[in-house]
């Protein structure tokens, strides 16, 4: 009967220890597992922080770029200020201020953009050859005429202010004179963004008033050397060409005049080869000193 009692009760020992002893492996078990779980969220977590940063890095690289490539073409839209070199003399041609080339012609379009304006700048532009483009108001008052002044402004030529209606100013009240020149400064302000930096009076013809108003909207009043198309016998092409080529009037600064007109137009090649070969610059109007 003892021996029994003993029996029984290692028997209970015995599974009490094996019940213990697996319950401690499944406790280590869950341990272990609980372990590699926290390692992979843990790691996880790395990752996706490395992620943001690489992100973040990757994104501060692309707007640096961006901000880089934004400068850079600020830079090269942004004009070149350009110190005056040339003056304009008592007699309306251009002297150097200091050493600049003395051999050198400035060219002028008058009543401008009518028929032919583009068709001369695109010329001009072909040939390197700058001018000044003097505008008449009545022909932007258009869509078209806008578009044209546009197109002649963005192809880099000089914009001067020619009166609204190219009315003979000494005939005007002085509001009348105020109206077209101030008026069209306005007006091609709005077109183009930028008021003229020349004037000249239709005719040649400028009064005190003109003169004083002119100087006050910062213009540099400008008449000519010499000029032809406006003549009978020079409305073709090849007297033209000839005559602004071989006048005797040609010398150092003169200020050559021409118009938006077809026998102009033709002759345009023909004019600027023609100066270029006698040893002529053609003068670009940002290097003259205005008011």
């Not at 008026?183 to 003109?210: C, H, M, V, W, Y």
């Not at 004083?212 to 009043?221: H, P």
């Amino acid at each position: 009967m003892k021996k029994a009692i003993v029996f029984l009760c290692l028997a209970l020992f015995l599974a009490a220890c094996s019940g213990a002893t697996g319950e401690g492996k499944d406790e280590q078990k869950n341990n272990q597992t609980q372990e590699e779980q926290n390692s992979d969220e843990m790691k996880n977590a790395s990752d996706e922080e490395q992620g943001k940063e690489e992100s973040t890095d990757h994104q501060e690289t692309i707007n640096q770029n961006e901000d880089d490539t934004e400068e850079e073409t600020n830079e090269s839209t942004q004009p070149e200020v350009q110190e005056p070199q040339y003056e304009l003399t008592g007699n309306w041609s251009l002297k150097p201020i200091s050493d600049a080339n003395p051999e050198v012609v400035l060219l002028t379009i008058d009543d401008a953009p009518d028929n032919h304006g583009v068709e001369m700048a695109e010329t001009l532009q072909e040939l390197n050859a700058p001018a000044i483009f003097f505008v008449n108001g009545h022909f932007i008052d258009t869509p078209e005429g806008e578009e044209e002044l546009k197109q002649i402004y963005d192809m880099g030529f000089a914009i001067g202010n020619h009166t609204e209606t190219h009315a003979s100013l000494p005939d005007l009240t002085k509001e009348g004179q105020r109206e077209e020149i101030v008026g069209l400064s306005d007006k091609i302000e709005k077109i183009i963004g930028e008021r003229p930096k020349f004037f000249r009076a239709p005719f040649g013809q400028n009064t005190d008033f003109s003169k004083e108003l002119v100087q006050k909207e910062n213009m540099l009043l400008m008449n000519w050397t010499y000029g032809y198309d406006w003549n009978k016998e020079y409305m073709k092409a090849d007297s033209l060409a000839d005559i602004m080529v071989n006048t005797e009037l040609l010398s150092n600064g003169a200020n050559l005049l021409m118009h938006d007109r077809e026998w102009t137009a033709e002759a345009l090649p023909d004019i600027v080869k023609g100066l270029k070969d006698k040893g002529y610059d053609l003068l670009d109007p940002a290097l003259i000193q205005t008011p």
